[in-house]
């Protein structure tokens, strides 16, 4: 199996300040991160001062308070269509093709959010997905990352609707062309550099790599200092979108809701909690191939939420994990493996693998796709 090496680099550029233009230049390759990490002592952020609150304000009269309104817009509901932003959403993104969209999304947030110097870090599926292999799992539609009250509150007065540039090159293990249906709200740029003799060493000869520039947006929802959830319609604080396609990642973040009564008790408006010491120190690893941080105790938080079968058991949603591979792979439907096979040993059936390899890699060696 071949990973590939994707050269990225990351153009930030910030709208609401005076021209802030980072520009960094980073190599990844897709180490599969063990469950081995680097603890890295990091201050957290929450000793920060929080977002001031609005002083409880005498409402004269209209008691009524008028309706929450949603900040956020989705196209649809169902499991698939609620993963869209509604500003930008021109079509599902196919099983093949929504991996590697979430891949470039979560990589761009986190080198962006590592440039900003915002405190961020893996939380729910994509922790879990961590856990695993480091990756997205194949079967997740979104993305989700928390971060504290404050650094939202941060975000939202320096960074609200900023957006960030993003390029990344593809070399033909993505089918991507879908994406690049130059919109005219998009701009996204193909450059052919398959003759160019550039760093990309592990290039076969005539493989064509295809450089991206996408924009992300970064939204801030002014309803991410609010104590409780209210009707519901906004419980997700952020999100890091995809221009080109609507998807984003969903961002939530942490306070102590209640810091009297229950100190050191950390939550989200949907009322996952956690203990300080359970986040703090975060740990430093990799996740798609980029620096990310978890969690000081993932397996807690991780068997807390999900059980602590989310950590053994090797077959879920329709997706089988394969050890040597270290990687889900789509169980194939026209051949379900019997229930009594034997789960130990799922290389044994070869016609599974054989499929899996060909979904990892299908347009590895298809060179000649492309502009
Ligand atoms: C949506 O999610 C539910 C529960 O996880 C699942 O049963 C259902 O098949 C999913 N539907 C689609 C269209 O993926
Ligand atoms: C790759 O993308 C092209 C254009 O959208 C499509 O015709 C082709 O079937 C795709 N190939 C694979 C393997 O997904
Ligand atoms: C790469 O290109 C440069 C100039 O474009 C040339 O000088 C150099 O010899 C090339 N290297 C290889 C290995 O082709
Ligand atoms: C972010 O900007 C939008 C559009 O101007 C605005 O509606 C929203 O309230 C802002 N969010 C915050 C946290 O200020």
Known sequence: MRFFQPFLLFTLAIHASPVLVVETAVVTKIAIPTQKVIVQVKAPNHDAKPHPQAAPKKSTKAPKKPKEQKYFHEPGWDNESGHYDSRYFRGKVPYEQHRPALRHLVRSYLTTFKTLGAETWLAHGSLLGWWWNGRIMPWDYDLDVQVSVATLSFLGDRYNRSMHEYEYEVDGEENETFLFDATAETKLERIDLRNSNGSDHDNKEGVTTTKVKKTYLLDINPHYSALTKGNGANIIDARWIDMSNGMFIDITGLREREPERAPGIWSCKNNHRY????????????????????PYSFDKVLTDEYGAKSLVVEEWAGHRWIPELREWVKIPKKNPPSPSKEKEHPLADDTNTETVVVYEEVVVEDEKKGV
Do not use: H, N, Q
């Not at 203990?275 to 978890?294: C, D, H, K, Q, Y």
């Open 275 to 294: 203990l300080t010491s359970e986040l703090w120190p975060l740990r430093r690893t990799e996740f798609e191939g980029v620096e990310a941080w978890i």
